[in-house]
């Protein structure tokens, strides 16, 4: 239940991680948390300093905090850095979630209630996109709900070069700002002007575009690839996801190893008579005594073979999205006024950091090895608890380098 200022109501309790704990980030929002540079992000130029500048701007933004117990307090609104600084350090939430720029001040919306419906709406937010490795649970074995390891990790990290790429070379957005969820997914922030000033309507047919992976749980086939020629942007996701799929997520999912994972498989391929062949000659001979080949490899290239057929020339392209194609929370990106976690909040069930990934280096990130909370505050406490600089310790200090790699335009 979302509930407005001091009008708070309990909700489940969240289960913390060791060490993830009210003293600890109170130290953390202290000490490292970099509040200014939070408020010259979504400030967007709009700090005061300049003639043409809007100074409400910022003051119009929803800020969300979900405080200890999970009392979870919505419509906030700062004036100032240090507002916000204050109020972080003050409440000490174990969440942070960041909505759109309203019409006016989010705190004072009541005050406007007799107004009309037009005086307290979204008139900006960035585009976001909401990527999570549950959703891959139907095709992922070595993990499933929201443990991550690194044979299905991989899957976020494809996701993030087809998505990042076409948002880049297709819509034209220069300024996306990726980040780890902090426990079992990824984030996209798309903080381009004509990014954040788009309605709902234009925002669900850009999410409409990538809408690729179909179906519900009651279908087999989720991926129809149709036409004489696929899609440039498809064209191009193919063959980022094809050499992805061969070359790591048949061995590490071992998606032909037995007869309830390619069952799966075969279930995609439209003629039954291909299907019922292939089928038959894995029942009878399930794995080669002689061959050193890798049996996914095997069953997959005998497939290929197989599908050459009139009729079945998109089928294998098909399986490949169906099992590697980015499966966004297309809802999420739809709606203006959708609240995401804050960037650099700490994850309140696995005490790690949500920090930024840089999507050229992606391949290079692993979820496993993310600083936590009471990590950080370790080595805090060998250093000595000092007093920062005037600029903070994440600009200062370089062991704290990887959480200072925000927004520089």
């Not at 809007?54 to 100032?80: A, K």
């Not at 819509?171 to 990014?195: E, K, M, P, T």
């Amino acid at each position: 239940m979302d509930v407005d200022g001091d009008e708070r109501k309990i909700r489940q309790e969240i289960v913390q991680p060791p060490g993830c704990n009210a003293d600890y980030l109170k130290l953390y929002y202290g000490k490292l948390f970099p509040h200014a540079e939070m408020f010259k992000w979504m400030s967007y130029g709009n700090d005061g300093k300049h003639p043409a500048c809007d100074p409400s701007y910022f003051g119009r933004r929803e800020f969300s905090f979900t405080l200890e117990n999970d009392i979870y307090v919505r419509f906030q609104s700062f004036n100032s850095a240090l507002q916000l600084e204050n109020s972080i350090k003050e409440k000490c939430p174990f969440k942070i979630d960041i909505g759109p720029v309203y019409s006016v001040d989010p705190a004072r919306r009541h005050a406007y209630a007799q107004a009309g419906d037009n005086v307290f709406i979204p008139v900006e937010r960035e585009l976001v996109f909401d990527i999570d490795i549950t959703d891959y649970d139907d095709v992922r074995y070595c993990c499933s709900g929201a443990d991550v390891c690194s044979e299905c990790w991989p899957l976020m990290t494809i996701a993030i070069k087809v998505i990042d790429t076409s948002l880049r070379d297709d819509f034209g957005f220069n300024h996306l700002l990726w980040v780890y969820s902090g426990r079992r997914g990824v984030h996209c922030w798309v903080c381009d002007g004509r990014a954040r000033r788009l309605t709902n309507e234009q925002r669900a047919a850009v999410t409409d575009y990538f809408r690729v992976y179909k179906g519900n749980d009651n279908s087999h086939k989720k991926v129809s690839l149709t036409g004489p020629a696929l899609h440039p942007f498809l064209e191009r996701s193919s063959k980022v996801l094809t050499p992805f799929f061969e070359e790591k997520l048949l061995h590490s999912q071992n998606l032909f190893a037995s007869e309830e994972r390619f069952e799966k498989v075969l279930e995609l391929i439209p003629d039954e008579s291909v299907a019922a062949h292939l089928r038959g000659e894995w029942q009878v001979n399930p794995r080669s005594s002689t061959s050193r080949e890798d049996l996914n490899v095997v069953r997959w290239e005998r497939l290929k073979t197989k599908t050459k057929a009139p009729g079945l020339r998109r089928c294998c392209e098909e399986i490949v999205f169906s099992y590697a194609y980015p499966r966004l929370d297309l809802e999420v990106s739809k709606h203006m006024n959708h609240l995401l976690k804050a960037p650099f909040c700490v994850h309140p069930k696995t005490g790690r950091v949500c920090v930024p990934i840089d999507p050229d280096r992606c391949e290079e990130f692993d979820p496993t090895t993310v600083p936590t909370l009471s990590t950080l505050l370790e080595e805090l406490n060998r250093e000595g608890l000092r007093d920062d600089t005037e600029n903070g310790m994440f600009s200062n200090n370089k062991q704290y380098s990887w959480l200072f790699c925000f927004f520089s335009w």
